[in-house]
């Protein structure tokens, strides 16, 4: 069974990590315990629906009804026990406590998600937004803080939901056992636009994963055509770094998607839009026509301004 969001895969039922394959198998369990209970239920209300009413014998058919009820009963109690017996198995299997490869601060903002590559070497962390991308077959680490509201992190097939506390802060091994673009999204309700909340992953083979990163580290490309340095120009001369940080420029901003690869990005706003040109002129000019209620504000700009700013922020992979 396959749900597919732009080419990602977001179902329980198509697990692609460790943690998501065990929670499918509960999830059959279940379908199949409960298909068996409805067509018993069915079968033995038909069965007392159609039944010809008998008069004689009542004493004996007292007795066949308390035998009845007491199977049902022992049934029913074995059946639940049964059902919390693997829920608490699985439960127990999804905790991972062993050395991990990557670890990443996950961060949930009203209505993005940050993203922090951790390690031991300051300089060699990096930050980037609404999209996670790990090595695959290897154990990664995810530490889930909130900036606001509470929010939870959910891939469906890659494990289980984990709440994003404010002041509490969580944590998520994912294991994710095949490479591919998977969808997340923010399983808990946090505001007006709760539902444009989403997030990309990207498992990588490690190979990948690691030339990745190590493109990430660097610093923001540098201009190359006149309009790309005056779309940095009118970056740094707008609002926009109060908010949003590219890294090599004087852009420093700490309340905002980080900007220094956002061509290489999927998707605007948390998966509101395709990462395109038209939908980014929309995002600059008026972002709450794109998404009511997000914490950017609309930038009113002349064309000879904006086309400059596009192909600037448009090379920034
Ligand atoms: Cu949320």
């Not at 690691?210 to 009118?234: D, F, H, N, V, Y």
């Amino acid at each position: 069974v396959n749900a597919r969001a732009g080419g990602a895969i977001q179902s329980v039922l198509d697990s692609a990590g460790q943690q998501a394959r065990q929670i499918e198998g509960l999830w059959w369990i279940f379908f199949w315990v409960c298909l068996v209970v409805y067509v018993l239920v069915a079968a033995a209300l038909f069965l007392a629906l159609f039944r010809k009413r008998r008069d004689a014998g009542e004493v004996q058919g007292e007795r066949r009804a308390v035998h009845a009820i007491t199977a049902a009963t022992v049934l029913t109690v074995g059946t639940l026990f049964f059902l919390l017996v693997s829920t608490i198995a699985v439960g127990r299997d999804l905790n991972h406590n062993g050395p991990v490869a990557v670890t990443i601060e996950i961060t949930g903002h009203q209505w993005w998600w940050q993203v922090e590559y951790d390690h031991e070497d300051k300089s060699k962390r990096f930050t980037t937004a609404n999209e996670l991308t790990m090595p695959a077959g290897e154990p990664v680490r995810l530490k889930l803080a909130s900036g606001d509201v509470i929010h939870d992190f959910w891939v469906p097939s890659l494990g289980p939901k984990r709440d994003l506390t404010p002041g509490h802060d969580g944590a998520l091994v994912l294991r994710a056992e095949r490479p591919g673009v998977y969808r997340g999204q923010c399983a808990e309700f946090c505001g007006q636009q709760h539902a444009k909340m989403a997030f990309w992953v990207n498992v990588l083979p490690k190979e990948e994963f690691l030339t990745w990163a190590e493109a990430q580290r660097r610093a923001s490309r540098i201009p190359t055509t006149a309009s790309q340095r005056k779309g940095l120009e009118t970056f740094l001369n707008a609002p926009c770094p109060l908010c949003h940080s590219i890294a090599g420029t004087d852009a420093s901003g700490k309340v905002a998607p980080d900007l220094t690869h956002f061509a290489s990005r999927r998707s605007i706003a948390g998966g509101t839009v395709p990462n395109r040109r038209g939908y980014l002129a929309a995002w600059i000019l008026d972002p709450q026509h794109v998404k009511a209620g997000s914490n950017m504000p609309p930038s009113a700009m002349k064309g000879s301004d904006l086309d400059p700013l596009l192909d600037y922020l448009e090379s920034l992979e």
